[in-house]
């Protein structure tokens, strides 16, 4: 009995563990490709960007926007209109090391 729960419990976590992994490839992807994630993000919130991307790595002062990195560490760059949707989306070489998150 004590052999089943812990089987049970090892396979609940592995199940856990690759729906985690593939958020994260998917979310990945969707940063590599620029125009699919223009096309994606362009006119919704802030909120719902960060609901499909996760936490942003930076954000932007002087401009309301957020930074992401793609598999390239170059920054994805969403940039955000007066009432909070995105208006525009850029890639753009980084010249420093990323922030440790």
Not at 10 to 32: N, R
Not at 56 to 72: E, V
Request: net charge negative; with cysteine.
């Amino acid at each position: 009995m004590k052999k089943k729960i812990i089987l049970c419990v090892a396979v609940f976590a592995l199940f856990v563990a690759l729906i985690g992994c593939d958020k994260t490839s998917d979310t990945q992807k969707l940063l590599d490709d620029i125009g699919a994630l223009s096309d994606k993000v362009t006119g919704i919130t802030q909120n719902e960007v960060h609901e499909l991307l996760g936490s942003p790595a930076g954000k932007l002062s002087g401009f309301w926007g957020d930074m992401y990195y793609n598999s390239d560490d170059q920054a994805v760059i969403i940039y955000y209109d007066a009432d909070g949707k995105v208006k525009a989306v850029t890639e753009q070489q980084t010249l420093q090391n990323r922030p440790e998150n």
